[in-house]
Nanobody
């Protein structure tokens, strides 16, 4: 069982930055691939970024490449999402999630994640 708690969301102007954190419980954090997803009002949840537990490979959705960076600190059981150059269309509730899988196809797909946090709101004003 893994419990996830996100933090770091807030209101920021267009072009600004935020750093989201997701703290995980349990002693096997290093054995989970971690992902960030987001859901805007009236839209489906979408993949944002993921990092594999096996090799540390990272993957980002095309619209955030070059702006968002996912990283993890296994010693602190925490995964981060550094978001730079924020745009109003980045406004959403951001969720972190954990999965024991590590293939690219698995960790870039929401349904393959077993554990989810409660989400943190990110609002970008124009």
């Amino acid at each position: 069982q893994v419990q996830l708690v996100e933090s770091g969301g807030g209101l920021v102007h267009s072009g600004g930055s935020l750093r989201l954190s997701c703290a995980a419980s349990g002693r096997t954090f290093s054995s989970y691939s971690m992902g960030w997803f987001r859901q805007a009002p009236g839209k489906d949840r979408e993949f944002v970024a993921a990092i594999s537990w096996r090799d540390g490979n990272t993957y980002c959705e095309d619209s955030v490449k070059g702006r968002f960076t996912i990283s993890r600190d296994n010693a602190k059981n925490t995964v981060f999402l550094q978001m730079n150059g924020l745009k109003p269309e980045d406004t959403a509730v951001y969720y972190c999630a954990a999965t024991s899988l590590n293939s690219r196809s698995a960790i870039t797909a929401g349904p393959r994640y077993a554990y989810w946090g409660q989400g943190t709101q990110v609002t970008v004003s124009s």
